[in-house]
């Protein structure tokens, strides 16, 4: 607790449930506000550099998270449980998440420049000289998550953004694994110090419990924030945001079960294969991803009996990993413990039994559409390795239960050409419904690009408007500001008639 | 009432207070659900719409409102008080607007399309095709301002950007001006038949109170809410809208009081004059204007004196229009009775009395700023010609009472040339709080521009991360999807390689 209670906090092997030395100071409340001070102090000065520099400082980030080497790798993949060689292509992701935003930062066009010259000659009005440009919002509050140390943590994707929007940032470290939260921390702070920038550009904090997120949400010089976890913990900070005399926006990616269609010539074609390639995504770091896909819809037929008799078999030769935390471990078991235990639901496989703490097996469950229509608890995400086929009449029920779906990061449909034209009008509900849309795939892949959307309708965000993954979401941290009849010399450099980048002029590329 | 206690409302003359026929029927509760289920089922159809439909349907509207002809303009200036000049130029921007989002709709940047091209031999993971666009939100929920009877209300901006957007639209039209609105909703739904689109892709409803209102943005199957209007209002249908199940988005605008700055050359040079222009902006339509200039900022000086003295002349011999509504005209009075009793105010001048029903003269005060900062209650609007020169003792103050100050519409600075070092750092502490920066100008002209930004931050707007005039407006109504692999025939038909129009193609302009 940051009142003094626990004056430090260890890092936990997943794997073992052992601690870790050393320990890390918790931050108090004093620590919250100093650090939301400084960010304010250093907003005024980091938003005034030019491109040039603000990408530079995000490839120096990305340098010393390079120059952190293989302790960086063993940290993470201790504390968190995942495979070094995930842990690595983790950190690969997030050094080229920083510099894609560095050529983000470059390349100008988030900045949205609109000049719509003087008319000063207009019957019956003259026209003004107007110019827009995007703005940083101010200082943006960034939570670590606890399923991604390092590419949706302390150096993540939000802190990249809001860097890159020309945002300062206070991060709030995630408490499952402070050792690689207190290396990337460092780094961050050895990049902006070595390009110069006033230290409060990055403020970081850390400790266990809700208080100092609370505070940190609430502090009136906070004007956004992200977040990637619970439902619970994201409607909170939701609340939070709103309750403040200033309102902000809050970025909360919380709840999604990716549902999975399968259409009726690809089930008759490779149904089995369907169902192998399943598992596997159903799997992947023991099924902690918030793409993971939680359910699956199709037509009861020959095809969806061999899916689910192939998934059955995969599954049940799977050995577990460790999961990230006991709590994830614990809200795990209950989960799936009342799936087991809904007389409407069937166990259609578990996974093999781990040994010592990775005691949650894989989970394979099936009902009927009937039952899924009249129990909204079964739609409810169940964070790891579990999923739920949901077996449909034909096609109207399919469609039935994919528009009764909430909010959505992802949607798939598995489909042969035979299928295209039923599919169709279900791509036009699927598209109402969640942020990605993927053919013939699985959702557990986040591509880090241009026309990337990791975001959705509530409650799979708390704002679908914008994505946490790829380049758009720069503009997450934006606002526009238009400057009217400002004399050259007082315009922002990247507004005036000589400055070069990409400008709608009367709403034409220029 | 909406539960049967009045059954129909009349519009008022603002100039008589007398009653004008015919009255209109008051919708019911169950009227707000038919048209929010309309507005769903017709959603799927009119976002389906291309762009060229879409246009059409846009500008039809506009010939519709158009054919309106004279009798439009006499219901608005009769029941609203504004001269039939205003109204006039009112109703070509309502037009000029329609078709400016027709060309924004053909134009089809506002789609934002990009695309990754899938790379198959990518180590050590093959990349998937990615396909971004920005899809409509769903049914938008709009409130008729009392202010802008056209602009900003039954056919105004935000209904003009969601139906742009592909949004369907349920105006909730303004009390004060309902046969105003029942003309202009007419117009609106014959060009929907006339263009043989859905009913529902444009629903109305009306009556007096918030009941109607509420159950409104209450209504599961609305999508996002555009309000201009008071704090009060605001306030209120962000809280209905962040309590739903599914939290939405509101875009209310409601209070500002935007600052102008008077820099001491141009003051030195022409206060005399910046007083009787300033005059002019104030008490335009009767100062009823969310970019009304509120508040005026400088250091004490023999110009200053010179701008109050000829202020105080010319509004003293402004004679007043009547107000737009009797709960305007009261809330004008009470708010200015609230800074005349305050002691540390001292009222510079009244306009002339009116006559009758225009009793409500302008007003200018004055205090120094150490009372300002020391009362929060001098920096809240008073809707109205009323306007509070805040006199400093040097530059440091005048920075000191512009970084205190609330989120605003727009931030003035009158300057000459010998001002701009002065004036550099005052607009950067400007653009953190405001929407629109100007120079030399008034704030009360709105451009409907590209580059136009009407918006701001908290609680200018509860969104500051968007504009409610220009195209830019676009944008509120829109969220991004990303399709990942889909057969081409599955696309939408923007997204095929195909099809012509902007994109980037791996970030870069194709």
């Not at 952190?68 to 993949?77: M, V």
């Not at 935003?101 to 900045?111: C, K, L, S």
Request: aromatic content about 4%; hydrophobic content about 45%.
């Amino acid at each position: 607790m940051a009142n003094g209670q626990t004056a430090e906090i260890y890092g936990i092997a997943a794997a073992t449930g052992q601690r870790i030395d050393p320990a890390y100071p918790v931050s108090s409340l004093a620590d919250v506000d100093a650090a939301c001070r400084a960010a304010d102090a250093a907003f005024d000065v980091y938003r005034a550099t030019d491109a040039e520099t603000r990408a530079a400082f995000l490839e120096e980030i990305a340098v010393e998270i390079e120059r952190l080497g293989d302790s960086l790798i063993e940290r993470a993949a201790t504390e968190s449980g995942l495979p070094v060689a995930r842990i690595t292509g983790e950190r690969g992701r997030t050094i080229g998440q920083l510099r894609l935003f560095a050529a983000v930062v470059r390349d100008g066009r988030w900045r949205e420049i609109r000049i719509d010259p003087a008319m000063p000659d207009r019957q019956p009005l003259p026209r003004p000289d107007l110019r827009l440009r995007m703005v940083p919002l101010g200082p943006v509050a960034v939570f670590g998550a606890s399923n991604f140390p390092l590419a949706f943590s302390t150096a993540g994707g939000d802190t990249a953004a809001a860097l890159a929007a020309g945002c300062s940032v206070v991060v709030k470290g995630h408490p499952a694994h402070p050792g690689t939260d207190a290396m990337i921390a460092g780094a961050i702070g050895r990049a902006v110090s070595t390009c110069g920038l006033p230290a409060g550009v990055f403020g970081h904090v850390r400790g266990p419990g809700n208080e100092l997120g609370s505070a940190l949400v609430a502090h009136p010089l906070i004007a956004a924030v992200g977040f990637t976890g619970s439902r619970g913990g994201g409607l909170a900070l939701m609340r939070l945001a709103q309750e403040r005399p200033v309102p902000i926006p809050v970025y909360a990616e919380m709840s999604s079960i990716n549902p999975v269609v399968l259409m009726p010539a690809a089930l008759a074609a490779r149904g089995a294969d369907l169902g192998r390639a399943f598992v596997a995504s159903l799997t992947m770091g023991a099924g902690q991803f918030c793409t993971n896909p939680g359910l699956v819809v199709a037509v009861a037929s020959d095809g969806l009996d061999a899916f689910e008799a192939a998934a059955a078999a995969a599954l049940a030769a799977h050995a577990p990993q460790p999961m990230l935390t006991a709590g994830i471990r614990d809200a795990y078991a209950r989960g799936t413990a009342a799936l087991a235990g809904n007389a409407a639901v069937t166990q259609l496989a578990t996974g093999l039994a781990g040994d010592g703490i990775a005691s949650e097996n894989a989970r394979l469950f099936a009902t009927d559409a009937d039952a899924f229509l009249a129990d909204r608890a079964l739609g409810e995400e169940v964070f790891g390795a579990s999923s739920l086929v949901v077996r449909c009449r034909d096609a109207e029920q399919v469609r039935a239960v994919l528009a009764g779906l909430e909010g959505q990061l992802t949607a798939t449909i598995h489909l042969d050409q035979a299928d295209h034209d039923a599919a169709r009008p279900l791509i036009s509900v699927l598209e109402r419904r969640a942020g990605r849309v993927l053919a013939n795939g699985w959702p557990t892949g986040v591509e880090v690009a241009h026309a990337m959307v990791h975001g959705g309708p509530f409650p799979a965000t708390s704002d679908g408007r914008s994505t946490s993954v790829g380049t758009l979401a720069i503009d997450r941290f934006l606002r526009p500001v238009c400057y009217q009849d400002l004399p050259a010399d007082l315009l922002p450099p990247e507004l005036t008639d000589e400055a070069g980048g990409p400008r709608l002029v009367d709403g034409h590329p220029a």
